[in-house]
């Protein structure tokens, strides 16, 4: 997200959606996040405009204050990153469920194909297709897909 400041020099903070939009107003964040599954609206500042303060300014209870700050803020970003991570996955599998050979068009299992991380030898549809099927076949028994190689 630092194109935003790259693009905005003159920028102090922006607001950041689960998405990766950015949007000057938080109001206008907040809307669009609504339609969001994660509904996390991050102020992002930018760094040019953070006054700097030297560790060894501040006191031990204000140092244990910023560690702990850190730590929480590392634990929130992780999980936002496992929620992210995790509905990902959901959707993958849901578009994996509505695979079929028969009328997905080839762009469209092209992402698929390449989405699940499946290799082959090309890309042609009469390859990935029957691979495809495989991996559908695969998740609905709970089994891995195989790749070929």
């Known amino acids: 997200m630092k194109k935003v400041f790259e693009q905005n020099p003159t920028l102090e903070k922006y ?8 949007f000057y107003n938080e109001n ?3 809307n669009h996040a609504k339609k969001l ?3 996390t609206v991050e102020t992002v500042y930018n760094e040019k405009f953070l006054e700097v303060v030297d560790a060894e ?10 560690e702990f700050e850190a ?3 590392a634990k929130a970003d992780q999980e936002a990153a496992d929620e992210k991570e995790a509905i ?20 469209e299992a092209l992402k698929l194909f390449k989405a699940l991380g499946l290799e082959a030898e090309n890309e042609k549809k009469d390859t990935i297709y029957p691979l495809l099927v495989a991996a559908k076949t695969s998740a609905q028994e709970g089994v891995e897909p195989k790749t070929e190689n």
């Open 71 to 73: 730590a929480e803020k």
């Open 37 to 39: 599954e994660v509904k």
């Open 88 to 107: 990902a996955k959901t959707e993958l599998a849901k578009s994996l469920a509505a695979f079929d050979s028969e009328t997905t068009k080839y762009p």
């Open 15 to 22: 607001y950041g959606t689960t998405d990766g939009e950015a």
């Open 28 to 30: 206008d964040a907040k």
């Open 57 to 66: 300014e501040l006191s031990d209870s204000e140092k244990e204050m910023a």
